[in-house]
Nanobody, 127 residues
Framework: QVQLVESGGGLVQAGGSLRLSCAAS????????MGWFRQAPGKERECVAAISRSGGKTYYTDSVKGRFTISRDNAKNTVYLQMNSLKPDDTAVYYC????????????????????WGQGTQVTVSS
């Protein structure tokens, strides 16, 4: 069982930055690929970024490439999402998720592959 707790959301003006963190419980964090998803009102949940167990492979959806950076610290059981140059379209509830993917060092970007989810954190970008 893995418990995920997101933090770092909030209200920011367009062009600003936020850093989301997701702290995971348990001693096997390094056996999980991690992902950040978001869901805006009236829209389906989408994968924003994903990262492999080692951190060596990453994925970004096209709309955030060059602006968002996913990273992880396996010693701290934490995954991060650095969000720069934020736009009003980035407004959503952001969720982190974990997918058991040992021993493969890859990632998933479809939500049905993920085993555990956090409760979400609201990100609001004002124009």
């Amino acid at each position: 069982q893995v418990q995920l707790v997101e933090s770092g959301g909030g209200l920011v003006q367009a062009g600003g930055s936020l850093r989301l963190s997701c702290a995971a419980s348990g001693r096997t964090f390094s056996r999980y690929a991690m992902g950040w998803f978001r869901q805006a009102p009236g829209k389906e949940r989408e994968c924003v970024a994903a990262i492999s167990r080692s951190g060596g492979k990453t994925y970004y959806t096209d709309s955030v490439k060059g602006r968002f950076t996913i990273s992880r610290d396996n010693a701290k059981n934490t995954v991060y999402l650095q969000m720069n140059s934020l736009k009003p379209d980035d407004t959503a509830v952001y969720y982190c998720a974990a997918a058991f993917l040992y021993p493969s060092d890859s990632y998933y970007y479809t939500e049905n592959k993920y085993d555990y989810w956090g409760q979400g954190t609201q990100v609001t970008v004002s124009s």
